[in-house]
DNA sequence: GCCAACGTTGGC
DNA sequence: GCCAACGTTGGC
């Protein structure tokens, strides 16, 4: 059984576009430096999960399309890169201390849909991106939230 | 181990 | 740019 997430991302940093643009559309997700996000990325993704990719800080900031897991956590070595914008000097290649996931994009979808839209539905209310002050950029959704997404997206 | 100060996220 | 809602740091 596949589980189901959602990874927040700036599209002035990396967009879906961007994404899609990836050899084999596929990236790795490096520089998250929280620690609930890391332990979700690390110890419960599994290769074929899906993802539901976010775009915030954007206008509109909406759920722009999907992925999945094609790589399971492993260190993320940008930690330990001192020209990296997300260096720990508290990371090294024997205490990696971050980890990331490999993702591959699945779709971008026609129309992206803005959290104002996501709002309305009654099968997202417990959405954990709806809450007020969430700010987990790694979240898990649950497997009627991501169906609803993607029926929306449809629609 | 508490908690105040500080830094960051992210919607608006 | 504002600011609420966090998470982290570090003195004690």
């Given at each position: 059984?596949p ?10 940093s990396f967009?879906?576009?961007?994404l ?6 596929t990236?790795s997700?490096?520089?998250v430096?929280?620690y ?19 775009h ?29 914008d997300?260096?720990?000097p508290?990371?090294s290649p024997?205490?990696p ?6 993702i ?9 849909l803005?959290?104002e ?24 959704v ?14």
């Open positions: 059984m589980k189901y997430w959602l990874l927040k991302s700036e599209p002035e967009s879906i576009q961007d899609a643009r990836c050899p084999k559309k990236t997700w490096s520089g430096r929280n609930q996000a890391r332990n979700y990325m690390r110890d419960e993704m599994k290769t074929g999960d899906r993802v539901l990719f976010y915030s800080s954007a206008d509109p900031t909406a759920i722009v399309g999907t992925a999945k897991i094609v790589k399971e956590g492993y260190p993320d070595p940008t930690a330990w890169d001192k020209n990296d997300h260096y720990d508290a990371a024997e205490n201390r971050w980890s990331m996931v490999d591959q994009l699945d779709e971008i979808f026609k129309t992206p803005p959290l839209q996501l709002r309305k539905v009654a099968a997202l209310k417990k959405m954990e991106l709806l809450r007020k002050g969430s700010r987990l950029s790694v979240q898990p649950t497997k009627e939230e991501f169906e609803a997404v993607l029926k929306l997206a449809r629609s």
